[in-house]
């Protein structure tokens, strides 16, 4: 099945040709273990909160460190909106013209406030909301990085949009509790980073776009244009270990050669891959999980035994100690 249309699947750089503008809706298919993660965390998470909520002590830490967070997210709002530049028909009208037709595209009703930052050089961006305002904050090295390559920029917009459109920013709270647990929340946080990427392709319009923003990412401004995309993309194989897969597991984001893969199949299918690597870490984490669970149930076992042995310990004294039946008691 078709992910979205596009023009090319090139897998080495070439500078994009002037092309007019794909105002075509852009409908992207998710990743496919993006919507079963969520309904497994917001399972988890439901669990959790219901346990919290019966036990006062709990319910109390969980108000404390919301309480906290908020003030966070509240702190850093602020500090966006006042500090960052927010685009607009009087700021940067062509980046907010661009941030504004893509959204559109996706079907957002309403075009999320866009502001641009610098951040010391670090090349990213994100997307956030708070109460009911979704925000997206694209850092000034990062498009400083794309140049005139209007495809790897919009690649970068449509990814953060994405999220956006994606509902990705919606339930937060609600699933905070399954996002510590070990390896569900970053499986969750991988499958939205892959499904936002699709976006990000249907934004650039064309895979060479698509695929030099990612590269940029993993390079730099200089670099990442003449990036050998399809030796980047072998790097998996530097993965293909058991302790390189759990810690990959570990992550929120997935290595960016996976995600170049992930774009482009017939690059990824001229890399090669292995799958031996992740085999060998499920394999691990089952015999932990088994040892855990064994020992454990050998420990309620011993903890049952010694209860009894004291239960049996303290009739037997209480026996010994009694005074002897009085022999004129009728």
Same mark, same amino acid.
């Given at each position: 099945?078709?992910?979205?249309?596009?023009?090319?699947?090139?897998?080495?750089?070439?500078?994009?040709?002037?092309?007019?503008? *794909?105002?075509?809706? +852009?409908?992207?298919?998710? #990743?496919?273990?993006?919507?079963?993660?969520?309904?497994?965390?917001?399972?988890?998470? /439901?669990?959790? #909160?219901? /346990?919290?909520?019966?036990?006062?002590?709990?319910?109390?830490?969980?108000?404390?460190?919301?309480?906290?967070?908020? +003030?966070?997210?509240?702190? %850093?709002?602020? &500090?966006?909106?006042?500090?960052?530049?927010?685009?607009?028909?009087?700021?940067?009208?062509?980046? !907010? !013209?661009?941030?504004?037709?893509?959204?559109?595209?996706?079907?957002?009703?309403?075009?999320?406030?866009?502001?641009?930052?610098?951040?010391?050089?670090?090349?990213?961006? =994100?997307?956030?909301?708070?109460?009911?305002?979704?925000?997206?904050?694209?850092?000034?090295?990062?498009? @400083?990085?794309?140049? $005139? *390559?209007?495809?790897?920029? @919009?690649?970068? +917009?449509? !990814?953060?949009?994405? &999220?956006? &459109?994606?509902?990705?920013?919606? #339930?937060? #709270?609600?699933?905070?509790?399954?996002?510590?647990?070990? %390896?569900?929340?970053?499986?969750?946080?991988?499958?939205?980073?892959?499904?936002?990427?699709?976006?990000?392709?249907?934004?650039?319009?064309?895979?060479?776009?698509?695929?030099?923003? /990612?590269? +940029?990412?993993?390079?730099?401004?200089?670099?990442?244009?003449?990036?050998?995309?399809?030796?980047?993309?072998?790097?998996?194989? @530097?993965?293909?270990?058991?302790?390189?897969?759990?810690?990959?597991?570990?992550?929120?984001?997935?290595?960016?050669?996976?995600?170049?893969?992930?774009?482009?199949?017939?690059?990824?299918?001229?890399?090669?891959?292995?799958?031996?690597?992740?085999?060998?870490?499920?394999?691990?984490?089952?015999?932990? =999980?088994?040892?855990?669970?064994?020992?454990?149930?050998?420990?309620?076992? $011993?903890?049952?035994?010694?209860?009894?042995?004291?239960?049996? @310990?303290?009739?037997?004294?209480?026996?010994?100690?009694?005074?002897?039946?009085?022999?004129?008691?009728?």
């Amino acid at each position: 099945m078709s992910i979205v249309s596009v023009p090319d699947r090139a897998s080495t750089y070439a500078p994009p040709a002037a092309a007019p503008r *794909d105002e075509s809706p +852009i409908v992207v298919e998710r #990743w496919p273990t993006e919507r079963p993660l969520f309904a497994l965390s917001v399972a988890v998470s /439901l669990v959790a #909160w219901l /346990l919290i909520v019966v036990s006062v002590i709990g319910l109390v830490y969980a108000l404390a460190f919301g309480t906290f967070f908020f +003030i966070m997210q509240l702190a %850093f709002v602020a &500090h966006v909106r006042g500090s960052a530049v927010k685009l607009g028909a009087e700021q940067f009208p062509a980046l !907010h !013209h661009r941030v504004a037709s893509l959204a559109r595209r996706m079907g957002l009703q309403q075009v999320p406030d866009a502001y641009l930052m610098q951040a010391g050089g670090t090349l990213n961006a =994100f997307a956030t909301r708070f109460l009911r305002s979704h925000i997206i904050v694209l850092y000034s090295d990062l498009l @400083d990085a794309c140049g $005139d *390559d209007e495809a790897a920029r @919009d690649m970068i +917009i449509a !990814h953060e949009l994405g &999220h956006v &459109h994606a509902g990705h920013l919606r #339930w937060r #709270w609600l699933t905070i509790p399954a996002g510590i647990v070990p %390896f569900l929340g970053g499986a969750l946080s991988r499958a939205r980073e892959y499904t936002c990427d699709r976006y990000g392709l249907a934004g650039a319009g064309n895979v060479n776009g698509a695929l030099t923003g /990612l590269a +940029i990412l993993a390079a730099g401004a200089s670099h990442g244009p003449r990036v050998n995309r399809v030796a980047m993309v072998r790097q998996r194989r @530097d993965l293909d270990t058991s302790w390189m897969a759990l810690g990959e597991w570990l992550g929120t984001h997935p290595p960016l050669a996976k995600r170049m893969a992930a774009l482009d199949p017939a690059l990824a299918a001229e890399a090669g891959r292995s799958t031996a690597g992740p085999l060998r870490a499920a394999a691990f984490i089952g015999l932990l =999980f088994a040892v855990t669970i064994g020992g454990a149930i050998t420990a309620a076992r $011993d903890i049952g035994r010694i209860m009894k042995q004291v239960e049996r @310990d303290a009739t037997n004294r209480a026996q010994v100690q009694a005074p002897p039946a009085s022999p004129f008691t009728p």
